[in-house]
């Protein structure tokens, strides 16, 4: 992906212009005066016309509050906010708006029923105007039409809709909370472009992440948060790098300490020997008109980690609801072990981990009983309930005060954990996972990771994500949904391969697929497209 | 002078300080509507509320009354914190209330009858009890079928389902049911002595608490079994607190919708046969007499607990009783009594408001004022 940054283009100065955007000494506290969070504790930050600013961290190191408080959404405990040297006291997500200052948030805040055009209104205030607003995209180089409903636009589109609204509103610093999450590679890097126009045309950017990777283009400096506190400020990049980062050292500070088994072999691909297939999955059609996929073909054997990926909305969501079980297929079947699959047969770790996964307001022995079977019968086994999940928060190591813990109290790294355990305890012949690390920091993402991978062992493993680089990090195959159809199946150990998941994500035409050499899985869905040779 | 506002923010709380929040702003705030209520209606406040604790627990035969009305409120209450706890809205208490009454005045009058059954006496009264939870369930399956089903709201047609049930039951007591020896005043006959529910001292002239009371407690305490301990109870958890839960795990929703509903049902049709088998012994005008929208009352105010509900029902039965007074005392209509009910459920959903949020008076510094905070 490349940001089509310039050192040129950069406004960087040479004698230091004051920044646009300053905080001093922010802290804010959420709890009782002594006890509670310390979110933010004395945050320095400036923000300078005409740069990107990268902020690091992990989930929970503060990033959020921080920026809430800078978009008016929380008032700080103690320190002040400086706009081009004022004090700025602010009260309102709108009032910041008045001082432009503007967030795009990570769940976009889109009404789905109207247009593009009614939804700038909205924001911006004056009557809708689907002329203006396409002027006002084509002013930006933001491809959008905005005559068309919000729900019937990509993930992309609602986020070049949602930058609109900023730019609409005249906004003269942009805060971005987790942007690429959402998109597809190709997108990605469209979106770098545009954050580093508006940069160049004299705005402040702000992202907020924590793949450090995917900014290093992109980003003309960094800071990074940790327990809410600041341990590198306004960092610049530095030319001797070849990505012009420390990547290692900025990772060690977020994390603050090494990783745990760090992925570097991804899974083999099984031998041809006597290798059970445990999933055989026939011709699987979705409900719904059109169908959400369609035609889908593959087998995964024991010991095999089969991904699949695709840009969100692209049918994969229904695909793991099915083979998880949670949902009919119209047409076609997948068999587990040559049998209807249920829940014994299959460890399910769907995407949403809060109302899905787990019931928030139970404790984690009472969710810990939402799945398995371990108490059959008219009675609830309460204690059965409570040492599979002591058992479970022991398996991978849970930060949690025990059984009796309620779901929606753990942070989203150990609560996945829990979840992943307690199917993992299921010992199915069939692990399906979803989006299994998305929205966690990096030290759980490793740790679901090393959990996966060990669960590959002895099971079959369907890895389901919108993460390519997770894909191409767990699997020993990669077939990309586009559409509801997999537009392809791709090797990790082959040349290329990112870019071509990359490709076939955003339906581009895969010229591997018309190689000799080319996994099998055809666009259009030839009957046995099954992907093993 | 600077301007104040209000600010609103989540509150972290343990659930006992909660639930104590809850109650006291639930009383305070029905203190105070019922004041308003009485100074509008042109009495002395103080007096009203003297007349209240006067006429509540004044006297023995008093204490007693409150108790005869627990009996049914408790079952009602049940039937609606029930449903409540599935996240369900069953409204209909009223009218399965009803019908369970009916129901078991079908035993008493055609089925129990000296000499008109094969079978021994004191077989009447589990018979038309029976018969009673049949009958209520019943009247809650087909709102039950069509919201699991096809998706229609159970408010709705449990609400209308009400009105449906009072009809059908005037039609029998002014027509087919009619006391033939009546004198012409509608209503049925009395009950047989077989299906009457005992009085649990009948050596007290006047005390009419009867056993249903006990039968009540009975029940809370098994649906609070049945919800905490069993295996069914905790899929209805689950569904109640997250449908996309129950799915995941495999539940069969649709069916614990109904079976929940109709166990709704049946509680409130226990409740209308306690009342007629234990107080009112014949079908006639006054037996719907609203212990079934109570049931929301009661429901609210145990903060659907169901081993509040018997504590809710005790409070509210003192009110209802109190408020007898009122009318007798001080001539206020007997719409009064609604009033103080009413005011009393709207009490428990601010005190609900106010466990979990916390109004906060802020004195906003000088500049930007008066503008209302979002959290998020």
């Known amino acids: 992906m490349s940001g089509g940054r310039s050192p040129g283009a950069n406004a960087a100065p040479m004698a230091p212009a004051p920044p646009v955007l300053s905080c001093r000494g922010l802290t804010k506290r959420f709890g009782g005066p002594e006890g509670g969070v310390l979110a933010n504790d004395g945050v320095d930050l400036d923000l300078f016309a005409g740069r990107v600013h990268a902020l690091l961290g992990e989930n929970g190191a503060g990033k959020s509050t921080l920026m809430s408080m800078l978009s008016g959404a929380f008032r700080p405990d103690a320190g002040a906010l400086l706009l081009r040297g004022e004090p700025l006291v602010l009260r309102s997500p709108a009032a910041a708006m008045r001082a432009g200052i503007g967030m795009v948030h990570q769940r976009f805040a889109l009404v789905e029923a109207l247009t593009g055009a009614e939804n700038l209104a909205l924001a911006a205030g004056g009557a809708p105007s689907p002329r203006a607003a396409a002027e006002l995209a084509e002013a930006f180089g933001l491809l959008l039409d905005p005559k068309r409903r919000v729900s019937e636009l990509s993930m992309g589109e609602r986020q070049r809709l949602e930058i609109l609204k900023l730019l609409a509103c005249d906004a003269r610093i942009l805060i971005l909370d987790e942007p690429t999450s959402v998109l597809a590679p190709a997108e990605i890097s469209g979106l770098y472009g545009t954050l580093r126009r508006l940069a160049d045309q004299g705005r402040a950017v702000v992202l907020v992440t924590h793949k450090l990777p995917e900014i290093a283009d992109v980003a003309d400096e960094v800071s990074v948060l940790r327990r809410g506190r600041m341990l590198a400020r306004n960092m610049p990049r530095s030319q001797g790098l070849p990505t012009g980062w420390d990547l290692a050292g900025l990772s060690r500070l977020m994390v603050g300490r090494e990783l745990p088994g760090a992925s570097s072999g991804r899974q083999r691909r099984p031998g041809a020997s006597a290798r059970e297939t445990v999933l055989r999955v026939r011709g699987l059609c979705g409900q719904g008109q059109p169908p959400a996929f369609a035609d889908v073909h593959f087998e995964v054997a024991r010991g095999e980690v089969l991904a699949v990926v695709g840009v969100a909305g692209n049918g994969q969501e229904a695909l793991a609801a099915v083979l998880g079980g949670t949902k009919r297929p119209a047409r076609g079947t997948a068999t587990v072990l040559g049998r209807e699959a249920d829940q014994a047969l299959v460890a399910y770790v769907p995407e949403d981990r809060h109302g899905t996964a787990t019931v928030p307001g139970m404790t984690l022995a009472e969710n810990l009983l939402l799945s398995t079977t371990g108490s059959r019968g008219a009675y609830l086994q309460g204690g059965a309930g409570s040492r599979a999940a002591r058992a479970a928060i022991a398996a991978l190591g849970v930060v949690a005060s025990g059984p009796q813990a309620l779901a929606r109290d753990l942070s989203g790294g150990n609560l996945q954990k829990f979840i992943l355990a307690r199917e993992l305890s299921k010992s199915a012949p069939l692990l399906v996972v979803e989006q299994p690390t998305q929205g966690l920091d990096v030290l759980a993402v490793s740790e679901v990771h090393a959990a996966i991978r060990r669960a590959a062992e002895e099971s079959a493993v369907v890895l389901v994500t919108g993460d390519p680089a997770e894909a191409l990090a767990l699997a020993g195959r990669v077939a990309v949904l586009f559409r509801g159809r997999v537009a392809g199946v791709v090797d990790p150990g082959e040349a290329g391969a990112f870019a071509r998941v990359g490709r076939l994500m955003a339906g581009l035409s895969d010229p591997a697929a018309e190689g000799p050499a080319g996994p099998v899985g055809v666009p259009g869905g030839k009957p046995g497209a099954g992907g093993r040779p | ?376």
């Open chain 2, 1 to 376: 002078m600077r301007p104040v506002r209000l600010v609103l923010e989540p509150r972290q709380a343990s659930g006992a300080w909660r639930a104590a929040i809850s109650l006291l702003s639930a009383l305070a705030l029905a203190g105070l509507l019922g004041s308003l209520v009485f100074a509008l209606a042109g009495v002395d406040v103080g007096a009203a509320w003297r007349a209240l604790a006067q006429g509540a627990f004044g006297s023995s035969y008093s204490l007693g009354e409150i108790l005869v009305k627990a009996a049914p409120l408790i079952l009602t209450g049940l039937a609606v914190a029930l449903c409540c706890r599935l996240n369900l809205w069953n409204v209909g208490a009223e009218g399965q209330f009803v019908l369970g009454a009916l129901a078991a005045g079908y035993v008493g009058l055609f089925l129990a009858p000296a000499g008109a059954q094969p079978w021994p006496a004191h077989f009447a009264l589990p018979l038309a009890l029976a018969a009673a939870a049949l009958g209520g369930g019943a009247w809650a399956l087909a709102p039950a079928l069509l919201k699991a089903r096809l998706g229609v709201s159970e408010i709705l047609s449990t609400l209308l389902l009400n009105y449906v049930a009072v009809l059908f039951m005037e039609h029998l007591f002014y027509g087919p049911w009619r006391d033939p020896a009546g004198q012409g005043f509608p209503g049925t006959a009395e009950l047989p002595e077989a299906v009457r529910l005992p009085l649990v001292m009948p050596w007290l002239p006047g005390a009419r608490v009867h056993w249903g009371l006990a039968l009540a407690l009975a029940l809370a305490l098994a649906l609070w079994f049945l919800l905490a301990r069993t295996r069914w109870g905790f899929r209805a958890r689950v569904l109640g607190q997250s449908p996309r839960a129950a799915a995941y795990a495999g539940f069969h929703s649709a069916r614990i919708t109904v079976t929940a509903l109709c166990l709704s049902g049946a509680l409130a049709g226990l409740a209308g046969a306690g009342e007629l088998l234990g107080v009112q012994h014949r079908i006639q005008d006054g037996l719907a007499s609203g212990l079934g929208f109570a049931g929301i009352v009661v429901a609210f105010l145990a903060r659907l607990n169901l081993l509040a509900v018997p504590l809710a029902a005790l409070f509210l039965g003192a009110l209802l009783v109190g408020a007898d007074q009122l009318q007798t005392g001080l001539r206020l209509p007997g719409a009064a009594a609604l009033a103080l009910e009413a005011a009393l459920l709207f009490g428990a959903l601010l005190g609900e408001f106010l466990a979990a949020n916390r109004i906060r008076l802020v004195r906003a510094p000088a500049g930007e004022a008066g503008e209302a905070r979002h959290a998020s």
